[in-house]
């Protein structure tokens, strides 16, 4: 979805809540993953911000320059 506006990502884990080895091992799992996840996405993200608040800013420090239209030849 890289030209939407917002994406999903998700992670299962199957796990049987009434076992003690069950939530230790999804807990273990799920600490390593979102470890995992921001590091994936931590760089990117970040990038990708800072490019989006350059090109705000750019735009608001143009904003009172007047504009003309140029005939095209």
Request: charge should be negative; glycine fraction near 0%; hydrophobic fraction near 40%.
């Given at each position: 979805?890289?030209?939407?506006?917002?994406?999903?990502?998700?992670?299962?884990?199957?796990?049987?809540?009434?076992?003690e080895q069950q939530r230790q091992e999804a807990e273990e799992w799920a600490?390593?993953?979102?470890?995992?996840?921001?590091?994936?996405?931590?760089?990117?993200?970040?990038?990708?911000?800072?490019?989006?608040?350059?090109?705000?800013?750019?735009?608001?420090?143009?904003?009172?320059?007047?504009?003309?239209?140029?005939?095209?030849?």
């Amino acid at each position: 979805m890289d030209d939407k506006r917002a994406s999903r990502i998700s992670l299962y884990h199957p796990l049987d809540l009434d076992d003690e080895q069950q939530r230790q091992e999804a807990e273990e799992w799920a600490v390593t993953t979102l470890i995992a996840m921001y590091d994936a996405l931590n760089e990117p993200l970040r990038s990708a911000a800072n490019t989006v608040r350059a090109s705000a800013i750019t735009r608001e420090d143009f904003a009172d320059v007047p504009t003309r239209e140029v005939p095209l030849p």
